[in-house]
């Protein structure tokens, strides 16, 4: 068993669940709520946002109250997160966005993922000896630029949803970044490390985050932003057209180029052809209810999807949060992060068999691998129907640091659920128009041929690279009753697993559900978070066979559930967020 030696020790939420503890064990009674004295999920009965930091929900909260529609809320929210939260998202990134119209019914899923230049080849990231580059190296460079999807994803949304004019969205951010803003504990510690790693190497970002000397700010100093009031204000009057193209168009192109030594191959016309694509929705039925999620190219919506079929036939809520569920929940893990990483790539480039994944014919056949007394170890991709010509796997993990989650609800039932990056924290270090370009590149694979093959997730120009980000609204009758997402890279998949069982089976309020510590699995060891609720469980599960590894498990959930004539939405303690609503 291996245990972070630099770990934090336990605090908050995770001591809070250790009280449960004995509960767990037995595995015979549900947690319905936190234990006595812990905090419970923020209750509204109108309208609701939860996001990454208090200040953007905060925004979303007075557009609610104008009236404005979730969208709305969540278009002010982020343009706020851009600028107070720069290091996990920005109008330099993309995101995925789950819509539920309370007047039709119908869940839109957006995907405003970056896209490789139309120059990228498959030799992006390897050295001129046909060796990949050191991440570190290629994450602050140029090459790792991909062509930023979030101001057009945005302005989709507005155009489909929206009921505030466009330019009144912008506001709040746009006096924050004038007025001066005071930086957080994590945007200190994020800027501090990436002083480190190629932030003081470009003048743009040098100028924004760093002091005449090279110094980070601390925690509370005040941050101001001209570069990003005046992009905003040319987005507000000139819709995203302006950021595609025009003088923010030239300083990014400007920016990559210089790309710390590094340049990439992004060209106007890159720019100026990025396009917002509507996927169809991967959604599954879990314990009568429709689990809605985000498809290819992102990997979140089919690995939560295939988890969830795989332990639809145990009886979680009867086992309770006991070693056998989690036991369970692992091994199911398993068995879907193999298939995710053969076959999950951008289905504009690649053939990726969701129907034959999803299939419960392939599922039951999945199952029969899970031993309830013993772990399978590594599990092997499976050989789902309707495949066509299965491609090896890339075997790199997705690193997805620089993350935000959202949710809102509006007045009229909208529902809406969208999970936005950068990718690494801090993105790809180069700054243009005030804001971080990313570093989404890196989450292609670096070697193109493995075993004498093409891997699915290769780069190929135009193409976008596989996520995991896992943006999800559940419904009940046709109607949104549990909405959540995360950061937290290949992770995210186990940190909304674990909410949903702790939710729909376990009966956990969101606030609860949330802070139950993590457990999961991306085929290979089993994480437990530090402290948590599930520690307990680490010798009893490696003598199952898990290699187990205790760990900080830094999650940024935000979740509401809808409940007849109120709301509950909660943010995430293990990060800065707020849930706020009336």
């Known amino acids: 068993m291996h245990r972070n030696p630099s770990a934090r020790q336990p605090s908050g939420p995770s001591r809070r669940y250790a009280i449960g503890l004995a509960v767990a064990l037995l595995g015979t009674g549900l947690l319905l709520a936190g234990p006595a004295g812990a905090a419970g999920p923020v209750v509204a009965e109108r309208f609701l946002i939860a996001t990454a930091d208090p200040r953007a929900s905060a925004a979303g909260l007075s557009i609610l109250e104008r009236g404005g529609s979730a969208a709305d809320a ?47 080849g498959p030799d992006l990231f390897l050295d001129p000896a046909g060796e990949p580059l050191p991440f ?9 630029v991909g062509v930023p999807g979030l101001p057009r994803l945005l302005e989709e949304a507005h155009r489909r949803f929206g009921r505030l004019p466009w330019a009144e969205l912008f506001a709040p951010a746009i006096a924050l970044a004038e007025a001066g803003f005071s930086v957080s504990p994590r945007l200190a510690r994020a800027i501090a490390q990436a002083a480190e790693t190629g932030l003081a190497d470009q003048r743009a970002a040098r100028a924004l985050f760093l002091d005449d000397e090279g110094r980070p700010p601390p925690a509370g100093a005040i941050l101001r932003n001209p570069a990003y009031a005046r992009t905003l204000r040319l987005l507000a009057e000139g819709g995203a057209a302006a950021f595609y193209e025009g003088p923010i168009a030239r300083e990014i192109l400007a920016a990559v180029a210089e790309g710390h030594g590094r340049p990439g191959a992004m060209s106007a016309a890159d720019l100026a052809g990025y396009r917002v694509v509507e996927r169809p929705a991967v959604c599954t039925l879990y314990r009568g209810r429709e689990v809605c999620g985000m498809g290819p ?50 289905p504009d480039h690649e053939p990726v068999p969701v129907e034959g994944l999803l299939d419960p014919g392939y599922l039951d056949a999945r199952r029969r691998l899970i031993d309830p007394a013993r ?26 640091h620089g993350t935000s989650h959202l949710v809102v609800v509006d007045a009229q039932g909208n529902a809406l659920s969208m999970t936005t990056t950068i990718e690494a924290s801090m993105g790809s270090r180069l700054v243009a128009g005030g804001f971080l370009l990313n570093n989404q590149l890196t989450d292609f694979a670096f070697l193109p041929v493995r075993d004498g093959r ?37 992770r995210i998949i186990g940190y909304v697993v674990k909410t949903l069982v702790a939710a729909l089976d376990w009966g956990l309020d969101p606030r609860a559900a949330i802070e139950l510590g993590h457990v999961l699995n991306r085929n290979g060891p089993s994480e437990i978070e530090v402290g948590g609720l599930w520690t307990a469980f680490a010798e009893p599960l490696e003598s199952r066979g898990h290699e187990v590894r205790i760990l900080p498990l830094d999650s940024g959930l935000q979740a509401i559930a809808i409940a007849p004539g109120r709301l509950l939405g909660a943010a995430d303690p293990r990060r800065e967020g707020s849930a706020l609503g009336r």
């Open 74 to 120: 969540a278009i002010a929210a982020q343009l706020v997160l851009g600028l107070v939260e720069p290091q996990s998202s920005g109008l330099g990134g993309g995101a995925f966005l789950l819509h539920h119209e309370a007047a039709s019914g119908r869940i839109v899923t957006l995907d405003g993922r970056e896209t490789a230049p139309a120059a990228a």
């Open 136 to 144: 570190a190296a290629a994450v602050a460079s140029g090459r790792a």
């Open 297 to 346: 190219p992102s990997s979140g919506g089919v690995a939560v999807a295939q988890i969830l079929g795989l332990l639809e036939p145990f009886d979680l809520a009867a086992l309770g949060p006991s070693l056998r569920a989690v036991h369970l929940l692992l091994e199911a893990s398993r068995l879907a992060f193999a298939d995710r990483d053969r076959f999950l790539a951008d």
């Open 375 to 400: 772990s399978l170890g590594r599990a092997p991709a499976g050989e789902p129907p309707r495949r066509q010509g299965a491609l090896p796997a890339d075997p790199a993990a997705d690193t997805e």
């Open 454 to 490: 093409p891997v699915a997730n290769r780069v190929a120009g135009g193409k976008r690279p596989r996520s995991s980000m896992a943006p999800t609204i559940v419904r009940e009758a046709g109607r949104p009753v549990l909405l959540l997402g995360s950061p937290g890279g290949s």
